[in-house]
Nanobody, 121 residues
């Protein structure tokens, strides 16, 4: 299964972007998929997830601003990012995810190429 993130760019604070995660080798409706981001000097963090059943979850620092969704026909998962802040600047990645025995979500498989999001005035 391969996932390819795209859609990043340069945006001003308060602006919006929509990221795309194209999935091949499997279907999005049977996979749990997450959006991660990694800012310079920081650990990669899970910011949004969507399960095969359609349940969604968000990190506290993006809740109310980011929305994860999917299009089964296009086999693509999206991350709509609104009200962007300077601190949202990072490389964004998508990955299949799974829960461990402690109910923590962890990435499954390798990382594909990320997409850079830069929020700057």
């Amino acid at each position: 299964v391969q996932l390819q993130a795209s859609g990043g760019g340069l945006v001003q604070p308060g602006g919006s972007l929509r990221l795309n995660c194209a999935v091949s080798g499997s279907t999005v409706s049977v996979n749990d998929i997450g959006w991660y981001r990694q800012a310079p000097g920081k650990q990669r963090e899970l910011v949004a997830r969507i399960t095969g059943g359609g349940s969604t979850g968000y990190a506290d620092n993006v809740k109310g601003r980011f929305t994860i969704s999917r299009d089964n026909a296009k086999n693509t998962v999206y991350l709509q990012m609104n009200s962007l802040k300077l601190e949202d600047t990072a490389v964004y990645y998508c990955s299949r995810i799974a829960q461990n025995l402690r109910w923590n979500w962890l990435p499954v498989g390798g990382w594909g190429q990320g997409t850079q999001v830069t929020v700057s005035s």
